[in-house]
């Protein structure tokens, strides 16, 4: 069993479409987790951390479930711009980030 | 954030030579991470490089292949050695800018390797 995993999609959705991905992971002595987001040919770029709590930032929405091992992300009114692979990411403790598989979206006009 | 200036971007390689690539990061870090992403899939942790010590290489990554230099807090180089068309991948440095394993990482732009 994979560590983190993720429906690797693609997702393709109209503008302004709401999309949610989600991710599990097998640790459970997991201790920080991540959304992170790459584009074609680019490296991963942080897109937010994720807590119990859940946290936002403007259309991003993320949620942490540790009793279940879950990790989701919710991307609201979705712009062109948002196409891109999303990872899941979580630090077991060992310092060094375990990687999903990543889900791929399109958002299309 | 820290600022990682990897090198080079990109390069063609003949089989059977070696490549090094290098991280230098404008802040003082610990650890620097080596990640491989070959074509399609997602990042694999190749080994943690600390300075002052030998890198720590995770499962079915071995120091002869894959040599790593740590010689002081702002830099690495991790070496390709003997390569063949299987090691075609990206590879990225990459660094906890706070040290504390809870926020965001830092990636370098990535080396993009082709071995033909």
């Known amino acids: 069993r994979k560590e983190v995993e993720q429906d690797p999609g693609p997702f393709n959705v109209p503008e302004g479409a709401t999309v949610a991905f989600n991710c599990t992971y097998s640790?459970?002595?997991?201790?920080?987790f991540f959304w992170y987001r790459q584009d074609c040919r680019k490296e991963p770029k942080l897109l937010m951390s994720?807590?119990?709590s859940g946290n936002e930032d403007g259309r991003f929405t993320a949620q942490l479930n540790r009793a279940s091992q879950y990790i989701s992300l919710l991307i609201r009114d979705s712009k062109l711009s948002d196409s891109a692979t999303y990872l899941c990411v979580v630090n077991t403790g060992r310092r060094a980030l375990t990687f999903g598989s990543g889900t791929r979206l399109q958002v299309q006009p | 954030s820290a600022v990682i200036s990897q090198k080079p971007s990109r390069d063609i390689c003949q089989r059977g030579t070696s490549l090094t690539i290098q991280c230098q990061v404008d802040s003082q870090v610990t650890m620097m991470f080596w990640y491989r992403q070959q074509p399609g899939q997602s990042l694999t942790l190749i080994a943690t490089?600390?300075?002052?010590?030998?890198?720590?290489?995770e499962s079915g990554f071995v120091i002869d292949k894959f040599p790593i230099s740590r010689p002081n807090l702002t830099f690495s180089t991790l070496t390709v050695s003997n390569m063949s068309p299987e090691d075609s991948s990206i590879y990225l440095c990459?660094?906890?800018?706070?040290?504390?394993?809870?926020?965001?990482?830092?990636f370098g732009s990535g080396t993009r390797l082709t071995v033909v």
């Open positions: 490089a600390n300075q002052g010590s030998e890198a720590t290489y």
């Open positions: 990459s660094v906890d800018p706070q040290g504390r394993g809870s926020y965001g990482y830092t």
């Open positions: 994720v807590y119990s």
């Open positions: 640790n459970s002595a997991s201790q920080s």
